[in-house]
């Protein structure tokens, strides 16, 4: 998992943890969302972290918040610390895919500075936007992530996961 260290195609919430990139260059996800969701990889309060040097021996300069693996990979960052060797674009594009949704909203730390978020890509595969509007963070709840509506064939409840704690 140093290459991609979240990937897939699920829905996922990340609450208050620590994300550690333990290898240069590295891509903390690759999501696979499936078109339609309106969820996928939602990091939220949470520490981004890496080691001095990686598990390589090389150090760690530079590293990615994601790359899309297939066509709509949904993906945000609300509240998460970030750190200085996050590459200033954020996110890597791999192939011709425009992602659904590579945003953050009120990320904080020395890699924070999402002005310079996509400033590579061509604009016919650049997100529209990086950042989430109050409004719409807001809307990254656990009911309504998990809400039986969230995908284009409806589940058949609602699914709310616990907050129990796992040793």
């Known amino acids: 998992g140093s290459v991609d260290f979240i990937f897939g195609r699920d829905i996922s919430m990340f609450d208050d943890c620590t994300i550690n990139c333990n290898r240069n260059n ?4 690759a999501a696979n969302t499936d078109a339609g969701y309106q969820y996928g990889y939602v990091f939220n309060n949470c520490t981004i972290s890496t080691d001095v040097t990686g598990f390589d021996g090389n150090p760690i300069t530079n590293f990615y918040l994601g790359r899309p693996w297939q066509a709509s990979p949904r993906t945000v960052f609300i ?3 970030e750190p200085a060797n ?5 996110w890597q594009q791999w192939g011709l895919t425009n992602p659904a949704l590579y945003a953050e909203y009120n990320c904080s730390g020395p890699g924070s500075n999402f002005s310079t978020r996509f400033s590579t ?3 016919e595969i650049k ?5 989430l509007t109050a409004e719409q963070a807001a809307s990254y709840t656990l ?8 995908s284009p064939i409806p589940y058949g409840e609602s699914w709310l996961p616990s907050k ?3 040793d």
């Open 86 to 90: 996050l590459n200033a674009e954020g």
């Open 164 to 166: 129990e704690q796992i």
């Open 79 to 81: 509240n998460c610390y």
């Open 26 to 29: 590295g891509t903390l996800t």
């Open 143 to 150: 009911s309504n992530i998990y809400a039986k509506n969230t």
């Open 121 to 123: 890509w061509p604009a």
């Open 127 to 131: 997100p529209a936007t990086s950042q």
